[in-house]
C-alpha cells in the first residue's frame, strides 16, 4: 500500500537558514503528493501540491519537487524566517481504493525557528 | 467563508459521560475523516468515510463511532468518555485526488 516515510525532527535553525526536510513515498501510480502545515493552535493547511512527476509544487518561499526515480518529496526553503515555526507533515498518497484512504499522517516535523 | 467547520470548539467531560462532535461541509466533497492529535503521536485516523452512508475504521477506532447519515456531515461519538481520549480532534474533507481541508479542531478534556 501507499506510504510515507518522513524525517523527524525536532529541527531548529536560526533565521535565514536553509531548510529540508526529507520526505519519501511509496504508491502505486503516480497520485498527486502534498504538504501541509500546522501553526500553532490552530489545524492543518495545504502548504504545497505537486501533480505529476518533476512537478515542481511552490507556496511562501517553500519548494518540493515530486522525483519519480528517487520517490521522494523532500520540502526545502532557502531562507527561514521565525514565522514559519510550525509542524510540517508530508501526506501520505492517496488513490483509488478503499485502504488508500486509511492512510495517516504521522508525526511530521517541528520546525522552530529562532530570531 | 465556505469550508469545514466543527463544533463544539472545547468541552470538557468527566469520565462515563458521552457527547457526539458534528463536522459540517458545504463543498460537496466525498470524502472526510476524524482524527486525533495527541502530544508526541502525530494526528491518528480514527474512522473515516468514503461517501454518504458509509464509514470505516482508521488506526484507532476504539471508543468511538461515526455516522454519515448526510454527505455534508460527519458525526463523532464517544459512548462513555475516558480520560485517555483527551485530545484535539480534527476533521478533515477532500475530493479524490485533492488535497484535505482540516477544521479548527475540537479540543476535548475529559476528567
Known amino acids: 500500500g501507499n506510504s510515507v516515510t518522513q524525517m523527524e525532527g525536532p529541527v531548529t535553525l536560526s533565521e535565514e537558514a536553509f531548510l529540508t526536510i526529507n520526505c519519501t513515498y511509496t504508491a502505486t501510480g503516480y497520485p498527486s503528493l502534498f504538504w501541509y502545515v500546522q501553526y500553532p493552535g490552530e489545524g492543518l493547511q495545504l502548504l504545497l501540491k505537486?501533480?505529476?512527476?518533476?512537478d515542481k509544487g511552490s507556496n511562501k518561499g517553500f519548494e518540493a519537487t515530486y522525483r519519480k526515480e528517487t520517490t521522494s518529496f523532500h520540502l526545502e526553503k532557502g531562507s527561514v524566517q521565525v514565522s514559519d515555526s510550525a509542524v510540517y507533515f508530508c501526506?501520505?498518497?492517496?488513490?483509488?481504493?478503499?485502504?488508500?484512504?486509511?492512510?495517516?499522517f504521522g508525526k511530521g516535523t517541528l520546525l522552530t525557528v529562532n530570531p | 467563508n465556505a469550508g469545514v467547520t466543527q463544533t463544539p470548539k472545547f468541552r470538557v467531560l468527566k469520565t462515563g459521560q458521552s457527547m457526539t462532535l458534528l463536522c459540517a461541509q458545504d463543498?460537496?466533497?466525498?470524502?472526510m475523516y476524524w482524527y486525533r492529535q495527541d502530544p508526541g503521536m502525530g494526528l491518528r485516523l480514527i474512522h473515516y468515510?468514503?461517501?454518504?452512508?458509509?464509514?470505516a475504521k482508521g488506526e484507532v477506532p476504539d471508543g468511538y463511532n461515526v455516522s454519515r447519515l448526510k454527505k455534508q456531515n460527519f458525526l463523532l461519538g464517544l459512548e462513555s468518555a475516558a480520560p485517555s481520549q483527551t485530545s484535539v480532534y480534527f476533521c478533515a474533507t477532500h475530493r479524490a485526488g485533492q488535497p484535505q481541508h482540516f477544521g479548527d479542531g475540537t479540543r476535548l478534556s475529559i476528567l
Open positions: 463543498m460537496n466533497h466525498e470524502y
Open positions: 468515510s468514503v461517501g454518504e452512508g458509509t464509514t
Open positions: 505537486a501533480t505529476k512527476a518533476d
Open positions: 501526506a501520505p498518497p492517496r488513490g483509488s481504493g478503499g485502504s488508500n484512504y486509511k492512510l495517516t
